[in-house]
C-alpha cells in the first residue's frame, strides 16, 4: 500500500509558489505585510490608524481576507486606500496562489506597501507562506499574557508582535514582562510593539519601525 503525506505536498508546493510571488514582489519593490490575529484583536482599528499615518508617505492597499462578509473592507475603504476583499470558501487560512490573486485584483504592482489582513485565528495562518516580506500578529490585552503557551507554532514564526489594547491592562491581569519572556523562549529575535491604536499610543513608534522596512525593502 502506498501512503501520501499530502500536508508535506501540499505545504512544500505552496512554499515554491510563495518563494516566487515573493521574488516578484521585490523585483517589483511592493513590500507585503502578512498580518494575522485572533478575531476582535483590533486588527482593522490598527490598520486604519496606520493608513492615516503612512499614506502620505508611501502608496498603500489592503487586502482584506475573511470567511464571508466585506464589513472590514468598507472600513477601511474610507481610508481612501484602495482596498479588495477575499472571501476563503470556509479554509481558515490563505496561502500563497491566494495571496498572488488578491494582489493582482487589487494591482499591487504601482504600490510601496500591502497590508494583507489574514483570516482571524492563531493556528491555520501561521502554516503557510504568503510570499511577505514580514509576518506581523496581534495579541490583544484582553486575550491574556499566556497565548505564547497555548500557540506556539504562530508565536515563533512571526518576525513582529503587537500587543494591542495597552489602555486596558489595568483592567485585566496581564503582566506584558511575563509575556515578553513567554514569547522569547520561542522566538529569540522577535520585536515586540505594545501599542493602543484607539488612544495612538506608541503607535508612531511602530509606523516608524514599519516605514523603515518599507524603504529597506525597496
Not at 515573493?22 to 507585503?32: A, E
Not at 499566556?146 to 496581564?174: G, R
Request: contains cysteine.
Amino acid at each position: 500500500m502506498q501512503v501520501i503525506e499530502i500536508k508535506k505536498r501540499v505545504y512544500e508546493r505552496n512554499d515554491e509558489r510563495a518563494e516566487v510571488l515573493r521574488d516578484d514582489l521585490k523585483r517589483s519593490k511592493t513590500f507585503m505585510m502578512n498580518l494575522m490575529s485572533s478575531p476582535g484583536s483590533g486588527k482593522t482599528t490598527l490598520v486604519v490608524d496606520m493608513i492615516k499615518r503612512l499614506k502620505s508617505q508611501c502608496s498603500i492597499g489592503v487586502i482584506e481576507a475573511d470567511l464571508d462578509s466585506d464589513v472590514d473592507a468598507l472600513t477601511v475603504e474610507k481610508t481612501g486606500v484602495k482596498v479588495i476583499q477575499l472571501h476563503s470558501g470556509g479554509m481558515c487560512h490563505l496561502d500563497a496562489g491566494m495571496a498572488r490573486v488578491g494582489l493582482e485584483a487589487l494591482g499591487s504592482e504601482n504600490l510601496d506597501l500591502v497590508i494583507l489582513e489574514n483570516i482571524g485565528n492563531l493556528i491555520c495562518p501561521a502554516a503557510y507562506d504568503l510570499g511577505q516580506a514580514v509576518n506581523v500578529m496581534i495579541l490583544s490585552v484582553p486575550e491574556g499574557d499566556d497565548k505564547p503557551l497555548k500557540y506556539p507554532s504562530m508565536f515563533s514564526k512571526v518576525d513582529v508582535l503587537i500587543v494591542s489594547k495597552i489602555d486596558t491592562m489595568s483592567v485585566f491581569d496581564f503582566d506584558i514582562e511575563r509575556l515578553e519572556a513567554h514569547v522569547r523562549k520561542l522566538n529569540p529575535l522577535i520585536q515586540i510593539f505594545p501599542l493602543s491604536a484607539k488612544l495612538g499610543d506608541r503607535m508612531e513608534v511602530w509606523c516608524d519601525y514599519l516605514l523603515n522596512e518599507v524603504r529597506v525593502w525597496q
